[in-house]
């Protein structure tokens, strides 16, 4: 009886159909490419959207941002292990919501909410973060406003300081009747601040590395029984791997030289090999804040040169992890002449360059995944060069959520003429005009490019009823506005991309309502069984349905017209982009003209300082320089010649511009 009641606990059974094992193998030449947005609780909604996708396509290369990043990972291992003849890789998706939503341990209402496991200092807090999230996701009206709801928790999680304050507040207020009135909450209220909020947020949240969750299991807590998140993931990476829980962790490298298919050789990719060469691709978005930029994982810019100090790290992960970091990771050493010497000098001592593609995946993942105050920041190390020469030093950097900078990195595995589709998962926002569409993709190019709207105005009927009632109240308009505003800051260029001729109908848009995912990581179980099946389920199959060809087929329309698409854009932004190319490298105003430069530097340095580039040119290589030059003119004079003859033009127009490679 134990084993038959606990069964749909573990699987979700008992709420929604689950969907059918992974016994399907796609052909062995038709891949696709994943790219997944962050959203903390949301995430629920990707293993079983990435089930359905890996029934007819092998994933190539797999991309994602916070939560993305972890749904990547665990894909990303999933295909590993078939790629070497595992075939239960994909059972750990399809049973990660119901996991997620069995009752959990300590008596919380899931799984996946003991994951979040705050340090002791920070319990409170977290305590009050979830219930906020809870009241302000609530689609019910009520007579009473949030704030008031939210105050009651608060006096009661912080009642000592409270009855403090209140003791206070009588005191001063004796023998006013009228002034105990306002003295005696006020009071209550700065005693909660002074002597309860302040201390936690103190001990609980700077001081546990500027967040309430590490991620790790805490001490006194079993991981098998009453794992942390970190935990959770490692065991999920190296079960759908193949590996057993103690074995090596699953690598970037490990994944780049995964065999074709079980039984062919492995694949010897090393660090800076092309991309393409890599049998199985994933990259991860995360923020360095200190620096004020996203970076790309696994590392690989020679610029992009960060340390990590093993004790540390110990505190977010697992011993076994950082051990094998350790066993691979080299001491810091100066990589060019603007690094300082290692020493005491720099405070490089004990620590040890963190690994490119020897990186552990869990490791990459838990970088994407800090969501600000949420989960704690991670420390890495990097040389801090705006100090003067002499004096440079190894300096902390803080590490927080990929999001903040690339919440949806549609753009990661883009290119010129696409041998394979990359599909985009966006978690969104229903439209309030069209309430019963739950997953929507594009049916052809010419859908999905005009702009979403962020429905803040009380004005707009479309416009959540509460917002609206804030029609006569100006500082909640206000408040509506500036939350608007650092949403765009944070995502318009997401919702830029997804508006190109060349992705919006690859982009499924999940359209989340209010409560479902988010930062809702208290959420029902119920709730996350039905967004794993509403919205996973039905978009993975949406995928299939449109990219995946029937056997004696060459390609489905949409596969066909996303090629052409892309052929037609690429024309217009290199038409764009070369325009001017040719009258700009002959021009004498107050410039040599290229060629002539490049024939002066047969002769000379063309370039100022001691690297590679400063020397003069061989012969062959400035014939090389002359011909691609002169190949660059014919071609943007084709382009002149056939520009009445452009057959398609995307809306809106793209342009090519040199950037960043994050």
């Known amino acids: 009886m134990t084993v038959q009641k606990s069964a749909p606990l573990d699987t979700g059974e008992d709420f929604v159909e689950l969907p059918e094992p992974l016994t399907e193998r796609p052909p062995a030449d038709r891949f696709c490419d994943l790219v997944l947005t962050g959203g903390v609780a949301s995430g629920v909604v990707y293993p079983w959207a990435i089930l ?44 990660a919501p119901g996991d997620l939503a069995k009752p959990g341990p300590r008596g919380l209402r899931t799984k996946m909410l003991s994951l979040f496991q705050p340090a002791p200092d920070g319990q409170r807090l977290f305590d009050l973060f979830v219930g906020a999230v809870d009241i302000y996701g609530e689609t019910r009206r009520s007579r009473v406003p949030r704030w008031l709801r939210l105050l009651w928790p608060i006096l009661s999680s912080y009642r000592v300081p409270a009855l403090w304050g209140a003791a206070l507040g009588l005191l001063i207020g004796r023998g006013n009747g009228a002034g105990l009135l306002l003295t005696i909450p006020v009071c209550a209220l700065l005693a909660v601040v ?5 201390p936690d947020l103190i001990k609980g949240l700077v001081k546990n590395d500027l967040g309430l969750c590490r991620g790790k299991t805490q001490p006194g807590r079993d991981p098998k029984t009453d794992p942390g998140l970190v935990e959770w993931l490692d065991k999920g990476i190296q079960l759908a791997a193949g590996l057993g829980r103690e074995d090596a962790p ?93 020493g005491e000098a720099a405070k490089s001592e004990g620590l040890l360059e963190l690994p490119r593609g020897d990186l552990p995946i869990l490791v990459a993942a838990r970088l994407s995944l800090s969501f600000p105050l949420l989960f704690s920041a991670v420390p ?40 394979w589709p990359t599909f985009g998962l966006w978690l969104g926002q229903r439209n309030p005009f069209r309430r019963n569409v739950f997953v929507w993709l594009p049916e052809t190019h010419l859908q999905g490019s005009r702009d979403s709207w962020q429905r803040f105005d009380p004005t707009d009927p479309g416009t959540p009823v509460q917002a609206r009632e804030r029609a006569d109240k100006p500082l909640g308009f206000l408040a509506g506005f500036l939350l608007a505003a650092g949403l765009t800051a944070k995502d318009w260029q997401d919702h830029s991309a997804m508006r190109l001729a060349t992705a919006r109908n690859r982009v499924a848009r999940l359209a989340l309502r209010p409560g479902e995912g988010e930062l809702h990581i ?49 024309l217009v932004g290199l038409r764009g982009w070369l325009k001017g190319a040719a009258s700009a490298a002959a021009s004498q105003a107050h410039a040599v003209p290229m060629g002539e430069a490049i024939d ?43 520009d009445a003859r452009q057959p398609y033009k995307p809306m809106p127009a793209p342009e090519l511009r040199l950037r960043t490679p994050v």
């Open 52 to 95: 359905e996708i890996a029934r007819a396509f092998r994933f190539k290369s797999i991309g994602g941002t916070s939560v993305g990043a972890m749904a990547a990972a665990l894909a990303a291992a999933a295909e590993y292990g078939r790629r070497n003849g595992y075939d239960d890789g994909f059972e750990v998706l399809r049973r």
């Open 194 to 198: 002074w002597l309860g909020l302040r």
């Open 250 to 342: 699953l690598t970037f490298r490990d994944l780049w030289s995964a065999p074709a298919s079980p039984g062919a050789p492995r694949v010897a990719v090393r660090d800076g090999d092309e991309r393409r060469l890599r049998s199985i691709n994933l990259e991860l978005i995360t923020t360095n804040v200190t620096h004020g930029r996203p970076y790309r994982l696994p590392l690989q810019d020679e610029t992009d040169r960060v340390y990590f100090e093993p004790e540390a790290l110990r505190l977010f992960f697992p011993d076994r992890v950082v051990d094998a970091m350790v066993k691979v990771a080299r001491p810091y050493a100066p990589a060019s002449e603007f690094d300082p010497p290692a």
């Open 380 to 419: 890495l190390w990097a040389v801090d060069h705006e100090m003067p020469r002499k004096d440079r030093q190894l300096k902390r950097c803080w590490f927080s959520d990929g999001g903040l900078c690339s919440n949806f990195p549609i753009h990661l595995f883009d290119a010129a003429v696409p041998r």
């Open 522 to 570: 208290g959420m029902p179980r119920k709730r996350i069984l039905r967004m794993a099946r509403r919205y996973g389920t039905a978009s993975g199959k949406l995928f299939v349905e449109r990219y995946a060809d029937a056997p004696g087929e060459r390609a489905t329309p949409a596969w066909q017209e996303q090629r052409w698409v892309r052929l037609q854009a690429l």
């Open 600 to 642: 002066d530097a047969r002769h000379g340095p063309p370039l100022r300082g001691g690297d590679d580039g400063a020397r003069a040119l061989s012969d062959e290589e400035a014939e090389q320089l002359q011909a691609l030059l002169a190949g660059i003119e014919q071609l943007e004079e084709r382009f002149r010649v056939n």
